[in-house]
């Protein structure tokens, strides 16, 4: 019987007639499996079996189901109720994040070993297909490297003759498989198109993009690794030595330059919008030609299964297409503190005065003013707009005795003190404590939430795309690896451009290490680099130290690379009922940690790299155990 390859095809490449007698069907061949030398020598097919690999690239998150990754870490909360164990937990489990799909790297090898052998493919053809192979793979070998360490490396397709010793192979250093990443990236850069138009397709630009981010964190580990001689192994399965961290930085920079430079394409930062939080918004939702800042996306297009429900999810309450499936993912006041003020300095949002009275504010959003403009491109705040509407979030009236008049949904009026008319007593979009779908912390995402009328509905979804690398993030990439090599100069060069598109007009003139690791913070937020950066600076069991967090932690230390964020809190506006006074009617604001966050995220030492596999362990002897195990 002939091999057969499993793709996706039209189904008028594979219709067959209408009339054939009942025998013949016998011999009609699957319509979802064809020939290996069939498939190999179209074009169509080819690419249709490559984009069955493109579909499985694992992302850490993503738009799909995205949302529940994204509120973990402290810097957002997971407004279903169903989920609040990610803020009543304690700490991660050693296998958690975890990655070892070989069945995904064996059919990479099964495709770059018949490309390679097809006589039928022209040669451009045949060039592109096996270079944007090698790069899934390649990337694919990061995404493991990233929380396994050294993992087997394996890039021929493995037969079983009889003996299972043939398809047992140790795990290389941590340093042989980022590697080979990079070599892959090099070896495969200029026989990718160099096109900033192609998203989906990897380019030139995509192939730098990943060797310059693999080269930063190789160098990171081997550099910062030092901190945590309990997190290595003897055979540098994991673990870099730390004198390999200027070649690898070196290498990233070079990588990341030749990107800003021009070698793979017009990349830019996205200056289409003159409302510069808008404008960062429109980065993660504008899929025209217009916008030259992303590299590489995993794409949707509506009309299709290929479509996602993050809208869905996470539209405001009350601007919600479908009545209510809204709301999960509340950034919170951790990471909205962290956008810092015009003049290039940290401060905690003034919620009381020096003598610890309240500040009243005449309108909602003077208390963010003058602030980073990617604030409320990531964020959604009291009175901000969505679909050019604005979500009611407050909670309640603050009597002038300081006592809290509210309800527990702006359903249920309530008649104020002294009044008799029943009248709405808290904000339609929330807070309130345990109110599913309504934000908790005073916030709602902004970012790859979609504009666009009926996103918002599940018969429709949305088919904005997933970014996994934008030219920001090679700038920032560039930035730290110039850092780290001593050239303050080139690193302060490349770190005010992003910040220049974010309002922040007045130039750092001094860099450091938690500059470096604030900006990342900022601008790179709910696009799943978090944890992988807080692992590869070993900051991770730091910040998620386990402790509780207060008040007055939550103020201090704002900008700091070690500052504890373990607990996620809100902000909750609420107006001021005092008949008389001149403060009636504005509003106040009062830093809360939500009822349900009872946990404190720790992250041990074990963390840093995910548990392997008791199968895999007894499958294969020559696996070494991770530090944890």
């Not at 192609?198 to 901190?227: D, H, P, Q, W």
Request: hydrophobic fraction near 35%.
């Amino acid at each position: 019987m002939k091999k057969t390859y499993k793709a996706f095809i039209l189904a008028a490449l594979l219709s067959t007639g209408a009339c054939k007698k009942d025998k013949e069907y016998l011999d009609v061949r699957p319509r979802q499996l064809v020939p290996t030398e069939t498939l190999f020598s179209d074009p169509v097919l080819v690419l249709s079996a490559l984009a069955n690999l493109y579909d499985r690239q694992l992302d850490f998150s993503g738009l799909d189901n995205g949302w529940a990754s994204f509120v973990d870490f402290s810097e957002a909360f997971p407004s279903e109720n169903g989920s609040a164990g990610i803020v009543q937990r304690n700490g991660w489990g050693y296998g958690d994040w975890g990655t070892w799909d070989y069945t995904y790297i064996r059919e990479l090898n099964l495709f770059i070993q018949r490309a390679n052998a097809s006589t039928g493919l022209n040669e451009n053809d045949k060039k592109r297909f096996l270079a944007e192979a090698r790069f899934l793979r390649a990337n694919y070998y990061f995404e493991m490297v990233k929380r396994m360490g050294g993992v087997p490396l394996i890039t021929q397709p493995l037969e079983f003759t009889g003996d299972v010793t043939s398809l047992q192979f140790p795990r290389s250093k941590e340093s042989e498989i980022y590697d080979f990443v990079i070599s892959e990236a090099e070896a495969i850069k200029d026989m990718l198109p160099t096109n900033p138009d192609e998203k989906a397709r990897v380019t030139k630009g995509a192939a730098l993009a990943m060797e310059a981010r693999a080269a930063l964190y190789a160098g990171s580990i081997a550099k910062y690794g030092a901190n945590t001689p309990q997190v290595s192994l003897p055979g540098n399965e994991v673990g870099i030595p730390a004198g390999m961290a200027n070649g690898y930085y070196t290498k990233a920079l070079a990588a990341a330059q030749q990107v800003i430079n021009g070698g793979a394409g017009s990349y830019s930062l996205y200056k289409e919008i003159p409302d510069l939080s808008e404008n960062f918004a429109a980065v993660f939702y504008d899929k025209s030609s217009k916008n030259k800042e992303s590299i590489w996306v995993e794409d949707f297009k509506t009309g299709t299964t290929k479509t996602h429900s993050y809208t869905v999810n996470n539209q405001p309450y009350s601007l919600s297409e479908e009545g209510g499936d809204a709301g999960r993912l509340n950034p919170s006041l951790n990471i909205v503190e962290a956008f810092e003020k015009l003049d290039n300095t940290y401060a905690p949002l003034p919620t009381v005065d020096a003598s610890g009275n309240p500040i009243f504010y005449t309108n909602q959003k003077d208390i963010f003013a003058g602030r980073d403009a990617r604030l409320e491109g990531t964020v959604i705040i009291p009175s901000g707009l969505f679909k050019s509407q604005p979500v009611d979030i407050w909670a309640g009236y603050q009597l002038a005795d300081g006592s809290i008049f509210s309800s527990s949904d702006a359903t249920a009026f309530r008649a104020l003190p002294g009044t008799t008319e029943n009248i709405q007593v808290i904000g339609r979009d929330g807070p309130a404590n345990g109110k599913e779908f309504r934000t908790q912390t005073g916030f709602y995402i902004r970012k790859y939430l979609d504009p666009v009328i009926g996103s918002g509905r599940r018969g429709r979804r949305s088919d904005v795309a997933f970014i996994r690398y934008r030219y920001a993030e090679v700038l920032l990439n560039a930035a730290e690896a110039a850092f780290e090599l001593n050239q303050p100069g080139v690193a302060l060069n490349y770190m005010n451009q992003v910040r220049s598109r974010a309002g922040l007009t007045t130039p750092l003139t001094e860099i450091n290490f938690d500059r470096i690791v604030h900006e990342r913070r900022v601008e790179l937020v709910f696009e799943g680099h978090t944890l992988f950066d807080m692992k590869r600076w070993r900051l991770a069991h730091i910040v998620w130290d386990g402790n509780q967090t207060t008040i007055a932690d939550l103020k201090s230390n704002i900008g700091s690379a070690k500052k504890r964020n373990t607990q996620p809190w809100g902000l909750w506006p609420y107006k001021y009922y005092n008949p008389g006074n001149p403060n009636n009617g504005k509003w106040l604001f009062k830093e809360v940690k939500p009822n349900l966050v009872t946990g404190a995220n720790r992250f041990q030492l074990g963390n840093y790299y995910s548990q392997i596999d008791n199968n895999i362990l007894s499958n294969n002897p020559k696996i070494v155990k991770q530090p944890n195990q």
